[in-house]
């Protein structure tokens, strides 16, 4: 899977704007940034009367928009994704990939913390927990940066989350759970893979598969 | 692939108004539909000022949002993707993918044609077009609909694409472009890969495999 990062921290505690000047900052240096935003309450992104939302409103179950330089999908849930589901379909071309939320899953953190809001964090004690981003005092051995400091963070997204990853070649999601493989597996099934599509015609210079097995 | 039909039609000629009919019927009849429209001029999905909004405008390439109910998915592109692309990755566990626009491409089609804007069909002798939905008298072999039957219409795609349609268990995109396969070389790829993967740890229920391989 892609590296993965999420900045935690109470709603109002500042994430969205440091979030935005670390994104500006990481694209700066060249990466290719992908945002997964957590909303437990529900979000409107569509305009009330576009055709998309009027299709969306008759029961389409997912609406697609293609355009020359963007697309978006809007899609319903019976159920809310994992992360890391949408991650593994929706963003995994990215270099990074920033979660906003998702505290209690096991992606590294960076707590945001802003004492004109609070001063207690949310993460302390999380194994996952990496650094704080604030203006607090806090007793604590990780990394504190100060919670304007985007580009520290961002310098230590690249030194710790980006650079430290090693991009696996193969990833595998079983009945929409990722599965984790040991290296030998995963070589196993890639080179056998890669040898049976890369003789199927027009198919010898096959450097991205995507294959997708439905049992009926 | 799941089966997919074209409305196509000028700009102006009604296709949103009937498509959101013709939705609502099909969904009706208990189909799940996925929609993709065709913006070549581009589309505002988001609201200004918005979190999400502030995130890809802070540069970066993708920003996903998910909520228990649904999830959305804002992605830039260097360069257009094909319809198939995006039917693949986003809209394949609909039962049926309507598209609106994309009339160049090999998708059956059924074109609107409305007398007080054009009487002249833009898809005259394509192949691929199955039938007019109108209320302009046009002398042609195929299945005439008047433009506000979306009963008949919703009736006629159940029974020419989603009823007709042979739903395969596997498919394959390499290099961004979905590849067809011939039925022996389609169930030896299914059979190799489901034997490796239903033989690992917690995989031996598997019933919906993906898998992604990107060479370094």
Redesign the interface.
């Known amino acids: 899977m892609v590296p993965v990062i999420s900045i935690v921290g109470k709603s109002g505690s500042g994430k ?1 704007t440091l ?3 670390v ?2 900052e990481l ?1 700066k240096k060249g990466y ?16 009330e009367g ?3 939302w ?2 969306k409103k ?20 019976k ?3 994992v ?1 890391e589901r ?1 991650i ?7 270099d990074v990939v920033i979660t ?1 939320g998702f505290k209690t899953y096991w992606f590294p953190k960076i707590e945001v913390l802003r004492k004109a809001h609070s001063t207690k964090p949310v993460c302390a004690g999380h194994k996952e927990l990496l650094a704080y981003a604030t203006d607090v005092k806090i007793k604590t051995k990780l990394p504190l940066f100060d919670i304007n400091d985007y580009k520290g963070i961002a310098r230590f997204i690249e030194k710790e989350i980006i650079k430290k990853h090693d ?1 696996k ?8 759970k990722p ?1 984790v ?1 040991k290296p030998f ?1 995963e070589n ?3 080179d ?3 040898g ?2 890369g003789s ?1 015609k ?2 010898s ?12």
Do not use: Q
Not at 205 to 216: H, P, S
């Open positions: 969205t979030l935005e000047k994104i500006k694209v290719s940034v992908g945002i997964l935003k957590h909303d437990a309450h529900g979000f409107e992104i569509d305009h576009k055709d998309s009027r299709h008759a029961g389409a179950m997912t609406v697609a928009l293609s355009s020359p330089e963007k697309f978006a999908v809007i899609k319903d849930v159920k809310e994704w992360p949408i593994y379909s929706y963003l995994s071309d990215a906003e991009k070649e193969i990833s595998l999601m079983v009945n929409g599965i493989l597996i196993f099934i890639k056998s893979v890669l049976m599509i199927l027009d198919c210079d096959a450097n991205e598969i995507e294959l997708r097995i439905r049992k009926k």
